[in-house]
């Protein structure tokens, strides 16, 4: 059993790492971790608990401690980050001298030699991790998982990728009020509304996306070529993010071969049967109505991304469209750097 703490633990996503880390058959929550004005407090007095699950008994007498290095216990091994971006590059830095920290926070996505990962896509980029240990002399190290609207995207996009030759994507994104954290957005500015920006969204999508789709060689990603547009967009849903996605190929192409492609994909975590992985990382359904956010965000504890309405765009040429969810605290945050952790656990520690 590996010993794990929680960086941010009293936030939402920090609470999400608690919910799908109780019970745990490799991991095991012995340190929670949050801002000093929770710190010295016993977690289950620290914490307005958001989650739907109660809250695990096995973390309700944990102390909270300080997010400092010397604070946290030495006998854990991995540390889960969900910390607020301007505190996280620092604090995550600090903590991967000693320790695997799997971070869902964007301070050090994209830097070099740290890993930016989904396991089904690009497991080979955790090769930066030897890299970065060098650089920074430590015996820890960083891995991030990307932004949640671009992990739900890629990962319908990688058999694509795999089979077909893309130009173009186009994706417009409907997402969820839970992606902006508990008091993130008023319900004054949500409640019969729809607002049409997500600061920084589009822009780590279009960047997050190609950078996973791309090759590593001799440490250096080369970004997936084909051109990718996004718009963001904050709706009243609770959980689960809704993308619709508009793909231009350069050859022409079977729908249903795009359909059995995207169905059948599996990956390094379904071979080794982690325990966060979903068994069908991509469902494809066929009713004309689906996926839902409400109906399909738990699809698979919440791991999976539902594909629906997979058709020919007969208004441009080789083009298919589609619409998708996932979820965006589960699969597109907390669940990410969990199975992160897991494949790391696996293959490296």
Same mark, same amino acid.
């Given at each position: ?14 609470? @999400? ?16 971790? /949050? ?28 102390? =909270? ?17 969900? +910390? ?8 995550? @830095?600090?903590? /991967?001298?000693?320790?695997? &920290?799997?971070?869902?926070?964007? /301070? +050090? ?16 980029? +955790? ?25 739900? +995207? ?80 904050? &709706?009243? =849903? ?41 068994? $069908?990382?991509?469902? &494809? ?25 997979? @058709?020919?765009?007969? /208004?441009?040429? $080789? ?11 589960? @699969? ?18």
């Amino acid at each position: 059993m590996v010993n794990v703490g929680i960086l941010g633990a009293t936030g939402m996503v920090g609470q @999400r790492f608690i919910n799908l880390l109780d019970n745990h058959p490799d991991f095991e929550v012995t340190a929670l971790a /949050a801002s000093s004005r929770s710190a010295g407090k016993r977690y289950e007095d620290a914490t307005t608990w958001y989650i739907d699950e109660p809250m695990p008994e096995s973390v309700k007498d944990i102390i =909270v401690t300080d997010t400092k290095v010397e604070d946290v216990s030495n006998d854990v091994e991995i540390v889960f980050s969900s +910390l607020p971006t301007e505190f996280a590059a620092k604090t995550e @830095r600090a903590f /991967a001298k000693e320790y695997v &920290v799997a971070s869902n926070a964007s /301070a +050090l996505r994209m830097e070099k030699n740290v890993p930016l990962v989904i396991p089904e896509v690009n497991p080979n980029f +955790l090769e930066m991790i030897e890299a970065q240990q060098k650089e920074t002399n430590s015996d820890g190290f960083v891995v991030t998982n990307p932004n949640c609207s671009t992990i739900a +995207l890629t990962l319908t996009l990688k058999p694509i990728i795999d089979n077909f030759n893309i130009k173009n994507v186009h994706v417009s994104t409907m997402q969820a009020i839970s992606g902006a954290g508990y008091n993130g957005v008023p319900s004054m500015a949500i409640v019969d509304n729809l607002v049409p920006y997500i600061g920084g969204e589009e822009e780590k999508m279009e960047s997050e996306t190609l950078y996973l789709l791309g090759s590593l060689n001799n440490g250096e990603v080369k970004k997936a070529d084909f051109n990718l547009s996004a718009s963001c967009h904050r &709706v009243a =849903v609770v959980d689960g993010h809704t993308e619709a996605v508009f793909i231009e190929l350069e050859d022409e192409f079977d729908i249903e071969d795009v359909k059995n492609k995207m169905s059948s994909y599996k990956s390094i975590p379904q071979e080794l049967n982690l325990f966060s992985a979903p068994k $069908n990382p991509i469902i &494809v359904r066929e009713e004309e109505d689906r996926p839902q956010p409400r109906m399909d965000r738990n699809a698979e504890n919440g791991m999976s991304v539902s594909v629906g309405r997979l @058709r020919k765009d007969n /208004a441009f040429d $080789n083009s298919f469209k589609y619409v998708l969810v996932g979820h965006n605290t589960i @699969r597109g945050a907390a669940g990410a750097s969990i199975l992160n952790a897991e494949l790391i656990n696996d293959k490296i520690l």
